[in-house]
């Protein structure tokens, strides 16, 4: 890695064991991320900002490996008092936005733009993606301390793919309930008139009409929701295995705010 001084500020470096599983488990079972582990000769994963503590960095490397088991992963801390030894075939380096002069596969950046203001997103992103190896990712994401309310934007080279809203079906009352989770590009426009308000609004709407499915647990009455969704026109997602998360996944240009932001729709 070559040295280069780290762009960007230290974040507050709370963490917790298991606290980005809901991502972690769609990373492993998405076909454009596995498509981009198998697909490369020697994948390297970079966790950016992984906190006080590389735990989430060390269980997202083991979840990865079931997919590519030879796959290098290196955690990246602004602050170094909180790089720590490497352990588990996992590196730990010193290093910001320009990633320490790695050239990544994979980019997981979870709670590290929620501190910066909505105009440092689209430089930000700018300057993860020209880092980026040819047809790498990165999973732009923000949770709740213990992990039950997550969002996520998966980008490419080109900018902004999807957005993904997951939560536990056992903690929450409406998908609204994950407003104050969404990503830093997003958190702001949630107002009426604009594209994720409409998307969070016609979700709760779906989400009362099938309450009658409640009975059969929320996990069913989730999916009579996405089924009423796709009913509406919004361009839902497919789940391709049984989830046992609430999971919302539609195309970024669905959700790409239409006023006062920087980052442009695809």
């Given at each position: ?14 963490t917790?064991?298991n ?15 596995t ?10 994963a970079v ?21 590519r ?5 290196v ?12 352990r ?24 590290v733009?929620r501190?910066?203001?909505?105009e ?14 040819p047809?790498?990712l ?24 999807t ?11 409406r998908p ?38 409640s ?31 609430c ?20």
């Amino acid at each position: 890695m070559r040295g280069q001084h780290p762009e960007g500020v230290a974040t507050r470096g709370t963490t917790g064991i298991n606290r980005l599983r809901r991502s972690d488990r769609w990373t492993v079972h998405e076909p454009v991320a596995t498509r981009v582990l198998t697909q490369t000769s020697s994948p390297l994963a970079v966790d950016l900002g992984y906190g006080a503590m590389p735990v989430t960095t060390l269980e997202w490397a083991a979840r990865l490996r079931t997919v590519r088991p030879d796959l290098r992963v290196v955690g990246l801390e602004i602050d170094p008092g909180r790089v720590v030894p490497g352990r588990d075939r996992v590196e730990f380096a010193r290093g910001g936005f320009e990633l320490a002069g790695l050239r990544p596969t994979l980019i997981r950046a979870f709670n590290v733009l929620r501190q910066y203001p909505e105009e440092a997103v689209a430089p930000a992103w700018e300057r993860l993606r020209s880092g980026l190896a040819p047809g790498g990712l990165i999973i732009d994401g923000t949770c709740d301390e213990l992990g039950r309310r997550c969002a996520w934007v998966l980008l490419d080279e080109h900018g902004p793919r999807t957005l993904t809203l997951a939560w536990s079906p056992f903690h929450a009352d409406r998908p609204s309930d994950l407003a104050e989770r969404l990503p830093k590009a997003l958190i702001h426009h949630n107002v009426p008139g604009e594209p994720i308000h409409e998307l969070l609004t016609a979700a709760d709407r779906a989400w009362a009409t099938s309450a009658p499915h409640s009975t059969f647990g929320p996990r069913l009455r989730w999916r009579a929701t996405l089924d009423l969704l796709r009913g509406q026109g919004f361009e839902v997602q497919g789940q391709r295995r049984r989830m046992r998360d609430c999971i919302l996944t539609v195309p970024w240009s669905t959700v790409a705010p239409r006023r006062g932001s920087t980052v442009a729709p695809r």
